[in-house]
């Protein structure tokens, strides 16, 4: 059974950095491309940043383009997303989650972890 369990979340104050891990277990994950969304209060669940587990393929969502990072350790199974030059507008809980690269949507998901920034 596929896990996800994210870590590294906290409180920074605006500029500051935090890196979130996210460990993956319960299957192989080559194939998989293994996601980063974010969801604040009172807002829609959004995409944040992806990286394909066997190529390190990566993607991200305009507003944090050249802030944040998304990379994988392939021998420790853990994905992570370093976040630099925070804002108070990304304050939310951030979700790992996986999907095939042959299906659309991403069906395993983590419990989260709360990410508080300050100004």
């Known amino acids: 059974q596929v896990q996800l369990v994210e870590s590294g979340g906290g409180s920074v104050q605006a500029g500051g950095s935090l890196r979130l891990s996210c460990a993956a277990s319960?299957?192989?994950?080559?194939?998989?491309?293994m996601g980063w969304f974010r969801q604040a209060p009172g807002k829609e669940r959004e995409f944040v940043a992806s990286?394909?587990?066997?190529?390190?393929?990566?993607a991200y969502v305009d507003s944090v383009k050249g802030r944040f990072a998304v990379s994988r350790d392939n021998a420790k199974r853990t994905v992570y997303l370093q976040m630099n030059s925070l804002k108070p507008e990304d304050t939310a809980v951030y979700y790992c989650?996986?999907?095939?690269?042959?299906?659309?949507?991403?069906?395993?998901w983590g419990q989260g972890t709360q990410v508080t920034v300050s100004s």
């Open positions: 990286i394909t587990w066997s190529g390190g393929s990566t």
């Open positions: 989650a996986c999907r095939s690269v042959f299906q659309r949507d991403y069906d395993y």
């Open positions: 319960g299957r192989s994950f080559n194939g998989y491309i």
